[in-house]
């Protein structure tokens, strides 16, 4: 009888999204790589704010992408988690700001005012 010991958690490269990603769009795609030397196959799970994206196929070469809609305003966690076929496991954690409220302009200010034709002016636009 022979058997192989499995200590090596499998790798996981998130490339997409980037930690801390702003956007103002719903739809989001997962980008990755994984591999694991001992313990093949890799499967991938994808998790928004705790609840399960669904199945995420993983490519011959350990690449995989998978579609998500993000559910909620603000802050977004996203989690992948690799797991090889001995059951270890290697998670990367995202964190992205869906945000759709455009900006409130709050005031306009224009220095020297007012400004006479040909001088340089400064113009401050200052945002909530």
């Given at each position: 009888c022979t058997f192989k010991v499995d200590t090596v958690a499998p790798s996981l490269v998130v490339t997409a999204p980037t930690e801390g990603l702003e956007t103002n769009k719903s739809e989001l795609t997962v980008v990755g790589s994984t591999d694991d030397?001992?313990?093949k196959p890799v499967s991938i799970s994808v998790k928004l704010n705790g609840k399960?994206?669904?199945a995420v196929?993983?490519?011959s070469d350990g690449s995989?992408?998978?579609?998500?809609?993000?559910?909620?305003q603000g802050e977004n966690?996203?989690?992948?988690?690799?797991?090889?076929?001995?059951?270890?496991?290697t998670t990367v954690?995202?964190?992205?700001?869906?945000n759709t409220t455009a900006p409130v302009i709050k005031s306009v200010s224009i220095t020297p005012n007012p400004v006479s034709?040909?001088?340089?002016?400064?113009?401050?636009?200052e945002v909530e």
């Open positions: 030397v001992t313990s399960d994206c669904g196929e993983v490519g995989f992408s998978k579609v998500i809609t993000l559910d909620q966690v996203i989690v992948v988690t690799a797991t090889d076929k001995a059951g270890k496991t954690t995202r964190k992205v700001v869906y034709a040909g001088n340089l002016y400064k113009i401050v636009v």
